[in-house]
Every structure is written in C-alpha cells, then in structure tokens.
C-alpha cells in the first residue's frame, strides 16, 4: 500500500489545525468582531463569520485533493519501478543471449562469423544499445541461413538462433515500452501533484494568516500562535522544539573568595 510523502503529511496535519481552530473559535470571534467592524465604511459585520468558514472550506478541499495526487504519485512511482525492475531483467537475458550465442557460433562456425552475424565481441550493458544489438543479430539471421555441424555433434542452426532472440528482443521491447509509459504517467501526475501543493501554500498562508489576524484583534494570542502559517509550516516541516534546559543541582555555598583588588600583600622583610 502507497503512503503519503513526510511533507504531505505534515501539511494536511497542519491544515487540520487550521481548519478546527476555524470551526471551534472563529465562528465566537468573528461574532465579535463583527459587531464591532460592522457597518464601517459601509462592511456588514455578518459576513466575517461566513468569509473565515468559506477559507476554512477552500484550505481543506484543496488538503483533499493534495491528499489524493500525492497517492497518485507514489502509486505511479512503484508502477515505475516495477517496470524498471522488469526492464533490468530483460537487459540481464538479452545479455546471456548474447553471450551464449558468441560462444557457440565461435565453436562451430569460427571467429569470422561473428561479424557475419553481428554478434559483438564486447556485450552492451545499457538496455537501448543492447535492444539495437538484438535487432541486428535478429536482421543478420534472417539474411544468413545456416545449419552447419560442428565438432562433437554441435550444429549452428540459424532458425532455431533466430527464435531465441527474437523471443528476448521482443521482452525487452515490450519492457522497455512499458518502463516509458510508466515513467511519463509518474511524470504526468508529479507535475499536477506539484500544482496543487504550490496552491495549497498560497491558500494556507492567506486562509492561517487571516484566522491568526483575527484571533490577535480578538485578543487570543494563543490561538493566533496555533495557527501562525510560518515558512516551516507551509512547506511541510514541523517546528523545532525547543530544548529544555537540564534542572541543575543546588550547589553548596561556598566561601566568598576575595577580589584581586582586596588581596593585601605583606610588605617583605628587608
């Protein structure tokens, strides 16, 4: 199962205190207030309460859907690695094909054949350079039947080559077309999901800084610190704690020592 990612989680952690801190406080304080701001220049006091619920609204359907693509995403992104996982498995028999087929057509048919059938003599570790190389071997089968015996009964049988690389052309082709569906659908969704959380610290910031403006002209500093929408709060970290200071141990009185000044020095004999 997908998780979200630490800093998604954060933020929807954060927007939650937002948002009951508007649906617990706000709707008392924004009475108030409205009372008092009401009818100066010419602003109706009742639509405080109704502007502070819409915010809180807007922040937490916005928390939802950055909820959702972040899920997305990391589902896409185990997809992607499952096709890169399969991909690599390919790569890993396109190689053996590879190695297993130079050796026998060395054996039966000579070093020269290998350049006949285009089978190199170093074997290509990247999956588009070894998906180029099957191909080839594939093509130079096609146009160079064969079926000779060599020593101890082993036989260079074009035809029965040919099947065994066709077979590992044709997964790491599809391995790789897969791999590239996936990696843009990760991409796709990365991208979208990138838009909503860009969105989501604008709408944070406006929505937790109006909530803590109110709560200050309210006189509840406390509930205005709640929600205080800091740098590490919108971007999905929380807050440093403060260290404690250690409780020390009273310690025993000890004799006042005198300063340098009060230091009497004896005059020396003479």
Known sequence: MSELSVQIVNRVKHARIVADAGRVHAPQVTAELGGD????????????????????????????????????????????????????????????????????????LGEEALTKYGIPSTTPEQANELLA???????????????????FGAVFDSAKM??????????????????????????QVMLERDAVVARWERIYRGVAGQLSSLFIMAGRADLADRVRPTTRRAVGLDEPQVPVEPD???MPDTPAQPAADDVVVEPSEA
Request: hydrophobic residues 40%.
């Open 37 to 108: 701001l009401d009818g100066l220049e010419g602003f109706e006091g009742s639509q405080l309460t109704t502007m502070a619920k819409a915010g809180v609204k807007l922040l937490m359907n916005v928390t939802e859907l950055m909820e959702q693509l972040d899920l997305r995403y990391a589902n896409e992104s185990a997809q992607d690695s499952a096709a890169r996982v399969k991909r690599d498995q390919y790569v890993a028999e396109g190689r053996a094909a590879i190695m297993a087929g130079r050796d026998h057509t060395r054996a039966v």
């Open 133 to 151: 190389v099957l191909n080839n071997i594939v093509h130079r089968l096609d146009e160079y039947p064969a079926n000779e015996p060599g020593r």
């Open 162 to 187: 040919r099947e065994e690389f066709v077979a590992v052309h044709d997964n790491l082709a599809g391995a790789l077309d897969a791999l590239g569906t996936e990696t843009r659908e990760t991409e």
């Open 248 to 250: 020390t141990p009273d």
